[in-house]
C-alpha cells in the first residue's frame, strides 16, 4: 500500500498536494496506536503495582479513569492548537508528554505520581490520535483518507492485541515498572522519528481566523459533522461497554478462566482487523455512503444476535464473542468512513474536529460504562442491552440525521 502523494495522472480524485507533504506509514501507525497500546500493555502488572504500592485493584482501575479523561482532554486542546501552529510541533511537544509520563510511572515511589505520570501519558499520547487522523485528511481527499484509516486501524488491532503479551513477558523478566520503561523508551524513540520523518502537512493557505477555540464552533455548524460525531461516538460506546462487561459476563458469572477469556478475546481482534481490512481495500472505490449501508446492517445484525443468544443461548463464550465478531467486522467497515467524514467538513480546521471527535468518543465510552455500572451484575441482558442499545442508537443517528 502506498501512502505518499500519488500523481494526477494516476488518480486524478485524489488530493493534489505538494510532494513533500507525504506521510510515513510506519509513524503514522505507531502514534495512532499508541495510546490503545499503554492501556493494554500493563494490564498483566495491575497485579504487581497493587502489591507495592499497597493499595487495591480498584486504586489501579481509577488509573484507567484518568487515563481515558486525560486522553479525552488531550485531544480536545492539540486539534485547533494544530490548524494554528502546525502538526509536526504539536506533535512533537505530544509525544515528548507521552514519554515523559511513561519515564514518571516508571520511577514512581508512590501512587500519587503513578498517577501523575499515568494522566501524563494520556495527555501526550492523545496528540497521535488526532494529529495522525488530521495529516492524513492534509495529504489526502475523503476516499482516499477511509481506505488509509482502515489500514491503520488493521495494523493497529495487531497492536493492541500482542501488547499484553509484550507487557507480560517484560513484568515476568523483570517486573512492574519494566513496561513503562519499555514505552518511556518508545515514546523517545518516537519523538527522534517525528524530528526526523513528521513532515508539516498542513496547508498553510488554510489557516483558520479568529480565536483559537472558534475552530470548535465552527465544525459544529454543520449538520453533517454532528451526524458523524454521533455515530461514530456511539459505536465507541458500545465497544467500551463490550470491554468493560465482556469479562464479568463469561469470568465471574459464566465461570470460564481469565485464560479462556484471554483466547476468546482473540475472536473480537481477528473480527475487526476483517473488518478495517475491508474498509481499506473498498472506501476508496465505493465511497462513504455505500460503505456504510454495508456495514449499517451487519452492526444490527450483531445487536439481535447478541440480545438473542444472551436472551435464549448457553452460558458459553460462544454466545457472547459470536455476536460481538459481526458487531465488529461492521465497526471496522464503518469507523474509518465516518472519522474521514467527520474531518472532512472544513478544511481549515482539520485539527478541531478530529480532536472533539476523539473527545466526544472517549466521553460517550466514559458515560456508557457509568451506565453499565448502575445496572445488575448479575444479568447479562443488561450488559447486551447497553451494548446493542448504543449499536442502535448509533446507526439511527447516521440515518435520520443524514441530509
Known amino acids: 500500500m502506498d501512502l505518499n502523494l500519488p500523481s494526477d495522472e494516476q488518480a486524478p480524485r485524489r488530493a493534489r498536494t505538494s510532494p513533500a507533504r507525504t506521510i510515513s506509514l510506519p509513524l503514522l501507525v505507531v502514534i495512532t496506536a499508541l495510546p490503545a497500546v499503554t492501556i493494554n500493555i500493563y494490564l498483566p502488572s495491575m497485579p504487581g503495582i497493587v502489591t507495592y504500592f499497597q493499595t487495591d485493584i480498584p486504586t489501579i482501575q481509577y488509573a484507567l479513569s484518568l487515563y481515558l479523561l486525560g486522553l479525552a482532554v488531550g485531544q480536545l486542546a492539540y486539534g485547533p492548537l494544530s490548524d494554528r501552529l502546525g502538526r509536526r510541533p504539536v506533535l512533537l511537544a505530544g509525544m515528548a508528554i507521552y514519554s515523559t509520563g511513561s519515564l514518571l510511572c516508571s520511577l514512581a515511589q508512590g501512587i500519587e505520581i503513578f498517577l501523575v505520570g499515568r494522566v501524563l501519558q494520556a495527555i501526550g499520547g492523545g496528540a497521535g490520535m488526532v494529529l495522525g487522523r488530521a495529516m492524513v485528511r492534509d495529504v489526502y481527499d475523503e476516499a482516499r483518507v477511509a481506505s488509509v484509516l482502515g489500514y491503520t486501524v488493521m495494523v493497529t488491532t495487531i497492536a493492541t492485541a500482542v501488547a499484553p503479551i509484550i507487557g507480560?513477558?517484560?513484568?515476568?523478566?523483570?517486573?512492574?515498572?519494566?513496561?513503562?520503561?519499555?514505552?518511556?523508551?518508545?515514546?523517545?524513540?518516537?519523538?527522534?522519528?517525528?524530528?526526523?520523518?513528521?513532515?508539516e502537512t498542513r496547508n498553510p493557505s488554510a489557516v483558520p481566523s479568529g480565536k483559537v477555540w472558534m475552530g470548535y464552533a465552527r465544525v459544529l455548524k454543520y449538520w453533517a459533522f454532528w451526524r458523524f460525531l454521533l455515530y461514530s461516538s456511539l459505536l465507541t460506546a458500545s465497544y467500551f461497554?463490550?470491554?468493560?462487561?465482556?469479562?464479568?459476563?463469561?469470568?465471574?458469572?459464566?465461570?470460564?478462566?481469565?485464560?479462556?477469556?484471554?483466547?476468546?478475546?482473540?475472536?473480537?481482534?481477528?473480527?475487526?482487523?476483517?473488518?478495517?481490512?475491508?474498509?481499506?481495500?473498498?472506501?476508496?472505490?465505493?465511497?462513504?455512503?455505500?460503505?456504510?449501508?454495508?456495514?449499517?446492517?451487519?452492526?444490527?445484525?450483531?445487536?439481535?444476535?447478541?440480545?438473542?443468544?444472551?436472551?435464549?443461548?448457553?452460558?458459553?463464550?460462544?454466545?457472547?464473542?459470536?455476536?460481538?465478531?459481526?458487531?465488529?467486522?461492521?465497526?471496522?467497515?464503518?469507523?474509518?468512513?465516518?472519522?474521514?467524514?467527520?474531518?472532512?467538513?472544513?478544511?481549515?480546521?482539520?485539527?478541531?474536529?478530529?480532536?472533539?471527535?476523539?473527545?466526544?468518543?472517549?466521553?460517550?465510552?466514559i458515560m456508557a460504562i457509568s451506565l453499565l455500572g448502575l445496572f445488575p451484575t448479575g444479568e447479562p441482558l443488561y450488559f447486551g442491552a447497553i451494548c446493542a442499545g448504543a449499536l442502535l442508537a448509533g446507526v439511527l443517528a447516521g440515518f435520520v440525521l443524514k441530509r
Open 168 to 199: 507480560g513477558t517484560l513484568d515476568e523478566a523483570f517486573n512492574w515498572r519494566a513496561p513503562f520503561l519499555f514505552l518511556a523508551g518508545l515514546g523517545a524513540v518516537v519523538v527522534l522519528a517525528c524530528i526526523v520523518w513528521a513532515k
Open 241 to 365: 461497554v463490550f470491554i468493560a462487561g465482556s469479562p464479568v459476563v463469561v469470568i465471574e458469572l459464566w465461570g470460564y478462566s481469565p485464560t479462556h477469556f484471554g483466547a476468546w478475546w482473540i475472536v473480537g481482534s481477528l473480527s475487526y482487523f476483517i473488518g478495517s481490512y475491508i474498509a481499506g481495500r473498498y472506501s476508496e472505490r465505493l465511497g462513504t455512503e455505500n460503505m456504510l449501508r454495508l456495514g449499517s446492517p451487519i452492526l444490527l445484525l450483531g445487536g439481535a444476535m447478541l440480545m438473542g443468544l444472551l436472551a435464549i443461548g448457553p452460558h458459553h463464550p460462544l454466545s457472547l464473542f459470536a455476536p460481538i465478531g459481526v458487531i465488529f467486522i461492521g465497526s471496522g467497515v464503518v469507523q474509518p468512513n465516518i472519522v474521514s467524514s467527520a474531518i472532512n467538513v472544513d478544511p481549515k480546521n482539520i485539527g478541531s474536529a478530529s480532536g472533539l471527535l476523539g473527545c466526544t468518543q472517549i466521553l460517550f465510552g
